[in-house]
Structures are given as C-alpha cells and as structure tokens.
C-alpha cells in the first residue's frame, strides 16, 4: 500500500476513532481518565515525535535549500525575474485568499442574529486562552516595524536557535547570492556541502513520513477526542463560510491555475501532494510542514531543486492564502456581530491590512489569532471579540493551514511552468529527481 494511502487511513481512523472517544466521554467519567492516560502515554508522545523529527530538519534544510537554489539561479542571472514572479504570485493568491473571505460573508451574513448571551459567554470563557495567547505573542516582540527590521538577524545561530524563520532565511538568502559571486573553484565545496546538507536532511524527513500515518492518526486522535464539538455547532454558519472559502479557494482558484497555467491534471496534482496536504491539515503548521512539502514537491512534483529551495520556505512564512481568507472572514464576521458597518473602502482597507498580516504571520498553529486582533482595532472592532470563535480556532486553523501550504506548491509549480524546468519524476522515480541535473526536458 502507498504512503499515500496509509497517512489518508491514519487520518480518517483518527477522527473516526476521536469522534467515538469524544461522544464515550459523556457516558462515563472513567472513560475520560482512559482517555487522558492513552493520550499522555501513547497518541500524544507518537505525535510529538513525529513533529519534533520534522522540526529538527526544519532550519538545516531551509537553510542549505535556500543557499543552494539562490546560488543556482544567481548563477543563470535569473534571481530578479523568478523573485519577482514568486512574490507577485504571493500577492495576487494572498489578495484573492482576503477578497473570497469577504465576499462570502456578505453572502451569507454569518455574524447577524448571533446571541448576545453566547456572545459575553464565549468572550469570558476564552479570555484565559487569549490572554495567554497575547502574552506569547508579545513577548516574541508583537507586531511592529521591528517585524520588518528584524528580518535581517543580528546574529544567525540566535535566529536559528529561536527558530525565527524569516531571519534565517534571509541570512540564507544572501549567502546564496555572495555564493554565486564568487569565483566556481572557490564556491564548488561549499555548494557540494550545502547540496549535501539538504539531501541529508531530506532522506530524514523520509524517515520521519514514514511515521506519519501513525502520527497523523495520534494528533487528529488526540484533538477530536477532546474538542468541543458542541461550539462547532453554535457557531455553524461562521465555521461553514470559512470551510466553504477554504473549498472555493481550492476549486476555484487553485485548480483553474494548475490546469491552465500549469497545465496539468490538478486532481493527478492533488493526489501527488496529498501527504503535504494532511500533514498540512494535521499539524496546522506550515513551518512543521516545510520539510514534507519540500521532499514531496521535488520528489514527485518535479519542482526542481532550485526553485523548491527558493519558493517553498519563502512560502511558509510568506505566503498564507488560506490564514488571508481566514482573517477576511472573520474581521468582517466580527464587524457584523458588533454591528459595526464597513464601507467598501474600508473593506479594501481590510483586504490590504490582511495581505500584510498574512505575510507577518508565523507558521505555527494560531498565528494569525494576535494579527486578527490588530486589524479588528483599527476598526474599532473591540480585540477581545475574537475570543468568540477562539473555540473553534483549531479547527479552522487545519483548513487554512492546509491551504496556505497548497498555495505554495501551486506557485512553486507555476514558476517551474513558465521557466520550463520540469524534472522528469512522477511516482516511483524519486531517486532519478534527486541525482539528476538540475534542468531536464519536461
Ligand atoms: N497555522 C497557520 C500556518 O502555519 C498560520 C495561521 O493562520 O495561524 O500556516
């Protein structure tokens, strides 16, 4: 059986299986001690595993990957044109991702006739929660022009070390492109060093998917059996235009480009991505996902070395389609809730202020909640109003994550489209991908 299959097994017999554990839980409260114990001694340490090996690859890879691809395509004058598309390609996605959200909820108008006692109850329940949140997020130093100015580290092992993804990857950046300025004799052993680095780390990320339906099964386990699937229902009509955004954005945007720009099957696309996808979807984390979604794009997209290294963790932490509609939808759901009505340029300001949001957002689970919370202010929307659909976060946040990762394979295969440079590998040829030449006919 493909790994393909297993992680797709793992994940719909962990929600079958979560979902039975959720609803036992009513009936008997030894069950809820079961419960606890075969999560802190067994579903909870497999999932950690499995995402403490994908982290630990997470900043060798995208360094050397970064280093490598950058000094690649400086090498062939070709950095200013494929930068360029790639972050116009992560604009005009970002920018749809916004626009999509708001529209959707003019439609169908989620946050009218909310009840104003659900309201104030969800808003002191999860007030903890959100406090903890805050303080997380400003103890990492908030959001600022610092955001901006700390992109460039001062010091590159405290960057990897805090796992400041931007910073690093900048540094690597940069390395990349002093590489290529360098004369070949003395950039050859670096570049070998590098490459080497980065296949290394990829061969562990193997080993690490090889876990994964065991581990997609335990973290999907682990949250359905405890969620409050209660909320889910109170809050229906919100969770369902968002989920409904997240399927628009998939058929209506991504797949049009990946059959007519791309010009591939986009379901034959979508299969070969799929490990991406769950572990997307699982993790709700684009920085854990990166080493899965770099292996799998080079592997059995055919993205070439080059382009994967630069797009794929540029994407990560830039590139948030999915956490942009998240956040069209919700500032917009919030302002209807509060009765706050926005003008269509204050929605074009919305669509602007979560395209930038989306880029400062972090990889990680919940990112964007503190982000949501500073466009919300600027529309006197009051901040601690998104503790209404903190509930429900985790949820929402697989959807999204799943379909920011997707949105950076798709740019990533648009600019492999339109520079020609296809590998020749699909399924079962992966070795061929990885020792061959970087440009190979399509
Ligand atoms: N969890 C998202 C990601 O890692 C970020 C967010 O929207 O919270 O891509």
């Known amino acids: 059986m493909s790994i393909h299959k297993k992680i797709a097994i793992g994940l719909v017999m962990g929600i079958a ?28 340490p497999i999932g950690q595993i499995f995402l403490n090996m994908l982290f630990m690859t997470v900043i060798p890879l995208v360094f050397a990957s970064i280093a490598v691809g950058v000094m690649q395509i400086g090498k062939q004058n070709k950095l200013g044109r494929i930068g360029t598309k790639t972050f116009l390609c992560f604009l005009v996605l970002t920018a749809i991702g916004t626009s999509l959200g708001i ?13 104003p006692v659900l309201q104030s109850e969800l808003i002191s329940s999860y007030s903890n929660t959100l406090s903890t949140k805050m303080e997380t997020f400003t103890s990492k130093g908030g959001f600022g022009i610092h955001t901006f100015t700390n ?38 052993l670096l570049e070998k060093i590098l490459t080497s680095i980065a296949d290394t780390m990829v061969v562990i990320v193997g080993f690490a998917i090889k876990l994964a339906p065991y581990a997609v099964f335990a973290l999907i386990f682990n949250l359905t059996s405890k969620f409050g699937f209660a909320l889910l229902e109170k809050l229906s009509l919100f969770v369902f ?12 945007v991504y797949m049009p480009i990946i059959g007519l720009i791309v010009k591939q099957n986009p379901l034959t696309f979508f ?41 794929l963790p540029l994407g990560a932490t830039m590139n948030m389609n999915g956490t942009a509609l998240f956040e069209g ?9 509060f009765g706050v009505p926005l003008s269509i340029v204050d929605q074009v300001v919305v669509v602007l202020l979560s395209v930038l949001m989306a880029v400062g957002t972090a990889g990680i689970p919940g990112a964007s909640i503190p982000m949501i919370m500073l466009i919300l202010v600027n529309f006197n929307i009051p ?50 991908n990885r020792t061959q030449s970087q440009k190979s006919a399509p």
């Open 383 to 432: 901040a601690e109003s998104i503790a209404i659909i903190l509930g429900v976060d985790r949820i929402l946040d697989m959807g999204r994550t799943m379909l920011n990762v997707t949105g950076d394979v798709v740019t990533a295969a648009i600019i492999t489209k339109t520079e020609g440079s296809w590998c020749q590998s699909t399924f079962g040829t992966q070795h061929i």
């Open 151 to 188: 992109i460039i580290p001062r010091n590159l092992f405290t960057a990897m070390e805090n796992m400041d993804m931007l910073a690093v990857i900048f540094f690597a950046l940069i390395m990349g492109i002093a590489i290529s300025k360098i004369p070949e004799e003395q950039s050859k």
């Open 241 to 252: 235009v968002v989920f409904l955004g997240y399927i628009l954005f998939l058929t209506l």
């Open 271 to 311: 299969k070969k991505i799929l490990p991406i996808m769950i572990t997307a979807f699982t993790t709700s984390s684009s920085n854990a996902t990166l080493p899965t979604t770099i292996k799998v794009s080079e592997e059995e997209v055919g993205i070439p070395k080059d382009i994967a290294g630069f797009v």
């Open 329 to 337: 939808v919700t500032v917009l759901f919030l302002a209807q809730v």
């Open 17 to 44: 299986l979560g979902v039975v554990a959720n609803n036992a839980l009513a009936y008997s409260p030894l069950f809820a001690t079961f419960l606890e114990f075969i999560i802190k001694y067994f579903t909870g």
């Open 103 to 115: 529209l959707l909820v003019q439609i169908f108008k989620p946050g009218v006739g909310i009840d």
